[in-house]
């Protein structure tokens, strides 16, 4: 049973970083064989698009509010997926999820639609 677990949030000051890991407890393998993503939901707002990465690593895709300050990134043998989140700022306060895409798509949709398995989400928090 794929069961995404997302860990590595928490409450830091702006200016700060954080980094979130993204793997599969069930043991599937499948946050190493998808293309995943990260998507966040601040209060009162959708849930949006942060980064996502194809299967190999080598593809990678940023919304503009975090290029230059996140990066995604995967190891294989670990069967995971981190978001490294640097520069934060109080805007970046949000619940993050990742998710993954186990169709034959190569590189990473923006689109929530895409993904097929999702975690229950990581609280991060910046402070002022």
């Known amino acids: 049973q794929v069961q995404l677990v997302e860990s590595g949030g928490g409450l830091v000051q702006a200016g700060g970083s954080l980094r979130l890991s993204c793997a599969d407890s069930g043991r599937t393998f499948v946050v190493g064989g998808s293309v995943v993503a990260w998507f966040r939901q601040a209060p009162g707002k959708e849930r949006e698009f942060v980064a996502g990465i194809d299967r190999k690593g080598t593809t990678t895709d940023y919304t503009d509010f975090v290029k230059g300050r996140f990066t995604i990134s995967r190891v294989k043998s670990e069967d995971t997926v981190y978001l490294q989140m640097n520069s934060l700022k109080s805007e970046d306060t949000a619940v993050y999820y990742c998710?993954?895409?186990?169709?034959?798509?190569?590189?990473?949709?923006?689109?929530?639609?895409?993904?097929?398995?999702w975690g229950q989400g990581a609280q991060v928090t910046v402070s002022e």
């Open positions: 998710a993954a895409d186990v169709s034959l798509r190569i590189t990473p949709n923006r689109g929530q639609g895409a993904y097929d398995y």
